[in-house]
């Protein structure tokens, strides 16, 4: 009887200790299973060189530097011809020409008049040698003689009036073609075939392949710190990678619109992708607002949109960057002020000062006070 009561409490102490066990193996199972916070890595950029000037971009329009009008200098009826904007001219090339049948028939009607004048010119001349002579030998008068002159004269003048005139039609024949001045790309076609057009009518506009320049309006601080020859960089909208070096040719004085002063660059080199029409963006430096500042890149700056201000004329931009504290291994939010733009840096002017490790990856998926992991700097 004694073996029959112990055994069951026996059997429940063991059970007992049984269900003890799995529950603290369980429990250190969990203990393990538990993910350990994640220490993300951070790349920074070192605070460290001295910026003292930003760059400001304007959109514009490539444009010739010269348009050069070519048109006949004598009126008449047009050829048919055959031109088209974007064509490439070689100097001398044909542009357009008139219908030279009835220059032709001028030409003609102006040689029959001097052939009419040489003989008059001739006629009087001999009635003039007889005069002379009958007047020595006393048959004739004075005043034949002198009737006889004003004769010859009078043909010897229309003979030379005849023959400018035959120079000036067969001139005019000559001008019925229009050829390129100069090695051209085709702007504009302003007349069509077949029409009658007056002497000095636009037909054509031309402009050489290895001048061009852009031109933009600017605020009257940034007009101020502008001086004719300073150098800009020219970027073209659809071929990023193609730049060109630029000055400054002109500042207008007078403003087109109200504080908006024109500003026209002209480039110092060509490329073989440049048309007219063209959409580039002018590159110029100016001062920055402060002294100097610090270049950081764009990708350091906090897109949250919780802080900063785009800023404006009288007011620098507002960002917030991410600064790696290294006592405490974390990072921590701080306030710049962003002074302008250079390449693809972003300028800061307050906020910053040097030996700062500013975040310049995965800001996005960092927080005020995390800690984070060192990886590198760059300069």
Sequence with gaps: MFNNKTVPGGAMKRTAWVILALTFLGA???????????????????????????????????????????????????????????????????????????????????????????????????????????????????????????????????????????????????????????????????????ATIGAGTPIATIYSPDGFEVSFSVSFDAATELVVGKPATIRLADRPDVTLPAVVSEIGSRADTVSSFPIVLRLEDTHPLLKAGMAVEAAIDFPLPAREGYPIPIAALIKDGQSGSPGDAQTPAQAG??????????????????????????????????????????????????????LGSEG
């Design 28 to 194: 250190c199972r969990e203990e393990r299973a538990a993910p350990e916070p994640v220490v993300r890595g951070l790349k920074v950029h070192e605070v460290a060189e001295v910026e003292r000037v930003q760059t400001r971009r304007f959109p514009s329009v490539l444009e010739p530097s010269d348009l050069t009008v070519l048109s006949f200098e004598i009126g008449g009826r047009m050829a048919e011809f055959d031109l088209d904007v974007g064509q490439r001219l070689a100097e001398g090339d044909m542009v357009a020409q008139l219908d030279p049948e009835a220059l032709r028939l001028q030409v003609e009607a102006a040689e029959a008049a001097v052939a009419q004048a040489e003989a008059s010119a001739r006629n009087t001349a001999e009635t003039l040698a007889r005069q002379q002579e009958l007047l020595q030998r006393g048959t004739t008068t004075r005043v034949a003689v002198d009737d006889a002159k004003a004769q010859a004269d009078s043909a010897a003048a229309a003979l030379l009036q005849a023959q400018k005139s035959l120079e000036s039609a067969e001139e005019n024949l000559g001008k019925a073609e229009l050829r390129a001045p100069f090695e051209g790309i085709v702007n504009s076609v302003d007349a069509t075939a077949f």
């Design 321 to 374: 960057v991410y600064v790696y504290e290294a006592g405490s291994s974390t990072v921590t939010r701080r306030m710049v002020t962003v002074g302008g733009i250079r390449e693809n840096m972003v300028v800061v002017i307050d906020g910053l000062a040097p030996g700062d490790l500013v975040a310049s990856a995965g800001v996005t998926f960092l927080k005020e006070g995390q800690e984070v992991k060192l």
